[in-house]
């Protein structure tokens, strides 16, 4: 047998578009890179759900337990991811059962909505019954002292799991008279209905009065809100209550930029607003130094819906951050070509990024060639990395490769500092970090 052979260029890590990917990638920058852009089960474009999955899955068992509790509580208490994190969970509550505490308290920690307890006992479950693990029960049922009756209530939704059949499983002890019997009534299925808009038109309320008392009142969630705009617009509510509920941006800290995107498409007459809005989050973030260039990634592959049931794109969650960077910019889109885009602010910002040309390949490395040669103090890249050209070093001693995608591999480590996900909280991150090096 011969072994004296050059090695195929087969062997080289590649992008999904063919040109060589960084490696070699550790399995902790692989597993963060899988998880947090990862909307779960969700095919991406070159990747299906179950795929990305079944990587998170291997990643987090052979990983370090507490480098896999860090991470679920960043995806989602940084990232406000809420599907993703429980699948981590799940790899934990095996592999971190000989650690003390980890697991219960990363469940108690990591959960953050009522829900998502019945939910991370479905995931648990997802390849069949089985008892869960003393860790998990513990976390389970600490994670039930976050909730009020009216929250327990409100997502005590039917399923597989329901929110009372996980209370029996960890048999959770009540601190006071009062818990005790909201935890009654649970199990008894007795809980007052919630003041909810789901409540009141499957009870055969109007929708316009349903809307505008809630409106009103101050009880409607901010993302209910921007998911219910086109009904509101339908049944003719008073624009006045809408306008004033979006500018008021009561709970909108957990919503990420893009829902704005999907907000103004289904309803332009509150556009104004929405823009305001959202323009609101680029005051909320630190103001960066000198001159940033912005390279966003319009390639076919970031058209690729994030779910199923979403209009919504990568490109549209790209083009949102780069959106709402906050100081001295110059934004160019790229896929076949470069080209530069007004750097605009919010709504209209996203706007000329999504329409600056028609998607291609993902010609990163001769976008980053482009910006290379312009004066700059700060590189930024918004892209799933997939390059389809050798992608050269930057030029800028700040330089910035944000990966909106769960793909395997990627181009943006080396001299690149490598972020995950579409959360604003990407961007706040790159502030805190060019402050601590002053």
Same mark, same amino acid.
């Given at each position: 047998m011969r072994?004296?052979?050059?090695? &195929? *260029?087969?062997?080289?890590?590649?992008?999904?578009?063919?040109?060589?990917?960084?490696?070699?990638?550790?399995?902790e920058q692989r597993l963060r890179r899988s998880i947090l852009s990862c909307l779960l089960w969700e095919d991406e474009f070159y990747e299906d759900g179950e795929t990305i999955s079944a990587r998170i899955t291997a990643l987090? &068992? /052979?990983?370090?337990?507490?480098?896999?509790?860090?991470?679920?509580?960043?995806?989602? /208490?940084?990232?406000?991811?809420?599907?993703?994190?429980?699948?981590? $969970?799940?790899?934990?509550?095996? %592999?971190?059962?000989?650690?003390? *505490?980890?697991?219960?308290?990363?469940?108690?920690?990591?959960?953050q909505r009522a829900d998502e307890i019945s939910e991370l006992v479905a995931v648990y479950w997802r390849n069949g019954r089985?008892?869960? &693990?003393?860790?998990?029960?513990?976390?389970?049922?600490? @994670? +039930?002292?976050?909730?009020?009756?009216?929250?327990?209530?409100?997502?005590?939704?039917?399923?597989?799991?329901?929110?009372?059949?996980?209370? +029996?499983?960890?048999?959770? *002890?009540?601190?006071? @008279?009062?818990?005790?019997?909201?935890?009654?009534?649970?199990?008894?299925?007795?809980?007052?209905?919630?003041? %909810?808009?789901?409540?009141a038109? /499957?009870?055969?309320?109007? *929708?316009?009065?349903? +809307?505008?008392?809630? $409106? /009103?009142?101050?009880?409607?969630?901010?993302? @209910? $809100?921007?998911?219910?705009?086109?009904?509101?617009?339908?049944?003719?509510? &008073?624009?006045g209550l809408v306008r004033k509920a979006i500018l008021d941006r009561k709970g909108a800290r957990r919503v990420l930029p893009f829902r704005f995107v999907a907000a103004a498409r289904a309803a332009p007459v509150f556009d104004r607003e929405l823009d305001k809005a959202l323009q609101a989050a680029i005051v909320d973030q630190p103001k960066l130094s000198g001159r940033t260039i912005v390279l966003v990634d319009v390639s076919g592959s970031m058209g690729a819906r994030l779910s199923q049931r979403s209009d919504l794109t990568r490109m549209d969650a790209a083009a949102a951050l780069g959106s709402v960077i906050h100081g001295d910019v110059r934004v160019f889109s790229f896929s076949d070509d470069v080209k530069e885009v007004p750097a605009r602010k919010g709504l209209a910002g996203i706007d000329a990024i999504v329409r600056s040309q028609p998607p291609g390949g993902t010609w990163l490395g001769k976008a980053v060639e482009h910006a290379n040669g312009l004066k700059h103090d700060r590189l930024v890249v918004i892209t799933d990395e997939q390059s389809h050209d050798r992608v050269p070093d930057p030029v800028a001693r700040r330089a910035y490769m944000i990966n909106v995608a769960s793909n395997r591999n990627g181009v943006g480590y080396g001299r690149w500092l490598h972020l995950d996900g579409f959360s604003e909280q990407v961007l706040r991150y790159i502030g805190e970090y060019e402050r601590s090096l002053e």
């Open positions: 072994i004296n052979r050059q090695k &195929s *260029k087969q062997n080289v890590d590649r992008t999904h578009e063919g040109a060589p990917a960084f490696a070699p990638l550790s399995d987090a &068992s /052979s990983l370090d337990p507490e480098f896999v509790a860090a991470l679920a509580v960043e995806a989602r /208490s940084k990232m406000n991811l809420r599907h993703a994190p429980l699948l981590l $969970l799940t790899v934990l509550a095996k %592999t971190g059962a000989k650690r003390e *505490k980890l697991v219960a308290n990363t469940v108690a920690g990591a959960i089985r008892p869960l &693990s003393a860790q998990l029960k513990k976390g389970l049922a600490r @994670a +039930f002292d976050k909730f009020d009756a009216y929250e327990l209530a409100k997502y005590d939704r039917p399923g597989p799991v329901r929110l009372r059949d996980v209370l +029996f499983l960890v048999h959770a *002890k009540p601190k006071a @008279a009062e818990q005790a019997e909201t935890w009654r009534k649970l199990a008894e299925k007795e809980l007052d209905a919630p003041d %909810t808009w789901e409540v038109l /499957s009870g055969g309320a109007e *929708k316009r009065d349903t +809307f505008e008392r809630l $409106l /009103s009142e101050g009880k409607l969630g901010y993302l @209910a $809100l921007l998911r219910n705009l086109r009904n509101m617009v339908q049944a003719g509510v &008073s624009e």
